[in-house]
């Protein structure tokens, strides 16, 4: 998501419940040179991710999970204006649930995908005009 214009950038959906830093990758790959930092929770913690977006030169901001004093200097050097923009995302998915429905009712996959890939694309139509 692009946090100046709120617009999706990519969507990414499973059939399953994967972890945040399984799907990073992809999205990462898929999106090289299309944005500049790439801002993340704990839940993209990994230093793979973190390895990668530098390769692609993006800019990680990837808070670390806290299992040492050092896990806690790190992220108290982030920048807090910075990876505040983050909570615009959880903007962005409260307004599709709220807008959209929360639930899909298609019981294909393909279907489903389709569903929410026509929400954010009509999201960003909606921000357009």
């Not at 299309?34 to 030169?57: H, M």
């Not at 489903?112 to 999201?123: D, K, S, V």
Request: hydrophobic share 35%; proline share 2%.
């Amino acid at each position: 998501m692009d946090t100046r214009s709120n617009a999706i950038i990519d969507v990414h959906v499973t059939t399953t419940r994967k972890h945040d830093s399984k799907i990073a990758p992809s999205l990462i790959k898929r999106n090289t040179g299309e944005f500049a930092v790439l801002l993340g929770d704990k839940g993209y913690d990994d230093e793979k991710v973190r390895a990668l977006a530098r390769e692609t030169g993006v800019r990680p901001f990837i808070k670390h999970r806290e299992f040492s004093s050092l896990h806690k200097a790190w992220n108290a050097r982030l920048d807090a204006d910075l990876y505040g923009q983050r909570s615009q995302n959880e903007t962005v998915n409260s307004r599709l649930k709220r807008k959209y429905g929360a639930f899909v009712r298609s019981r294909h996959w393909w279907k489903q995908f389709r569903e929410l890939t026509i929400a954010c694309l009509a999201h960003n139509l909606d921000r357009s005009l």
